[in-house]
């Protein structure tokens, strides 16, 4: 093999070395691009996978925080609700204690209602010896009617009549005025109580009012508004 057959065979031999190295070389490049572009879309899927979290999360405290105001609101508006309600029924009980000044006016109807109060009272108590107190305006008509009453208290559980100790010095307040807007009244009625003060039967007008009110209230609620409150 002359010189000439040589290099021709050494070039040939270069050409297949240094295209097998750009093969190589065009292979790597391809893998890394591959592997390049998988990175890249595996951050990319990564980075919306947070970013569909993070939005899903805000949506949620979007969601809640909605929640809660629709929540506050109807609490509010229940509670103007029931406002409204307790001062349509607290007018009703100030207009039935306004009538209840007009018992008084009727001297006769009065008498006869002083002495229901006080059998009431003694039935009660069934004690040997009560005190009572009664307004100072009422006093003169509850001494005239002390004695009947004590004998139909008697009649009715057949005992001795009763001793009833009249309070001359610590009356019942007077009925509401002008005047006294604020202090303590008493639209009538009596209070009576043993002698050791232990037991108290509250039987004022005012007392009747406050007691048929908290007795009737589911029933005046719902003929007002049409449900019973809870």
Same mark, same amino acid.
């Given at each position: ?115 229901? !109060?006080?059998?009431?009272? !003694? ?8 005190? !009572? ?98």
């Amino acid at each position: 093999m002359n010189d000439a057959d040589v290099s021709k065979q050494i070039q040939q031999m270069v050409r297949f070395i240094r295209q097998e190295a750009e093969e190589k070389a065009n292979e790597i490049s391809v893998s890394a691009e591959e592997e390049f572009n998988i990175e890249k879309l595996q951050l990319v899927e990564a980075e919306k996978k947070k970013i569909r979290q993070e939005y899903e999360r805000k949506e949620k405290q979007v969601e809640v925080r909605k929640k809660i105001e629709y929540s506050m609101q109807l609490n509010a508006s229940r509670i103007k609700v029931l406002q409204a309600q307790d001062d349509v029924v607290n007018a009703m009980k100030e207009a039935a204690g306004k009538d209840l000044l007009n018992v008084s006016g009727d001297h006769h109807v009065y008498k006869e209602l002083l002495k229901d !109060l006080i059998v009431q009272s !003694l039935l009660r108590l069934k004690e040997p010896s009560v005190l !009572l107190r009664c307004r100072k305006d009422d006093l003169h008509l509850v001494e005239s009617i002390l004695d009947s009453a004590k004998q139909e208290y008697a009649e009715k559980v057949n005992v001795h009549a009763p001793e009833i100790i009249v309070d001359n010095r610590v009356y019942l307040p007077p009925a509401p005025s002008h005047h006294n807007a604020h202090g303590p009244y008493c639209s009538g009625g009596v209070v009576l109580a043993s002698r050791d003060g232990k037991i108290v039967c509250e039987n004022t007008l005012d007392a009747r009012l406050d007691v048929l009110f908290r007795k009737k209230l589911p029933e005046i609620r719902k003929r007002l508004f049409g449900q019973v409150a809870a």
